[in-house]
Nanobody, 125 residues
Framework: QVQLVESGGGLVQTGGSLRLSCELSGGSFSAYAMGWFRQGSADEREFVAAVDWNGRGESAYYGTFVTGRFTIDRDDAKNTVYLQMNSLKPEDTAVYYC????????????????WGRGTQVTVSS
């Protein structure tokens, strides 16, 4: 079965940076679109970023509130997707989840089939 494991979360100051990692096992990584979502005080998970599968050129997509600060990329040789987060703000505080689905990338959580357990990101003032 496909499993996703996130790492790299932690406590940072406002304006700082973190690099999250998510490793996929149990599947052919390049065949999956990979996404990052976050859940703060709201019940629903918010779309952060996604990168398409190999067949769609591994294009990157970003949520409205993180564009220009976050960068998603993937390393197919390592079965790993990354989320580089710069200029972090207190409102970025959330549990960040990695997700995977076969084929093209989408921004809605319902389209993703596999989820990691999440990694906590806390941004202090």
């Amino acid at each position: 079965q496909v499993q996703l494991v996130e790492s790299g979360g932690g406590l940072v100051q406002t304006g700082g940076s973190l690099r999250l990692s998510c490793e996929l096992s149990g599947g052919s990584f390049s065949a999956y679109a990979m996404g990052w979502f976050r859940q703060g005080s709201a019940d629903e998970r918010e779309f952060v970023a996604a990168v398409d599968w190999n067949g769609r050129g591994e294009s990157a997509y970003y949520g409205t509130f993180v564009t220009g600060r976050f960068t998603i990329d993937r390393d197919d040789a390592k079965n790993t997707v990354y989320l580089q987060m710069n200029s972090l703000k207190p409102e970025d505080t959330a549990v960040y989840y990695c997700a995977a689905k076969l084929g093209p990338a989408y921004s809605d959580t319902a389209r993703y089939d596999f989820w990691g357990r999440g990694t906590q990101v806390t941004v202090s003032s």
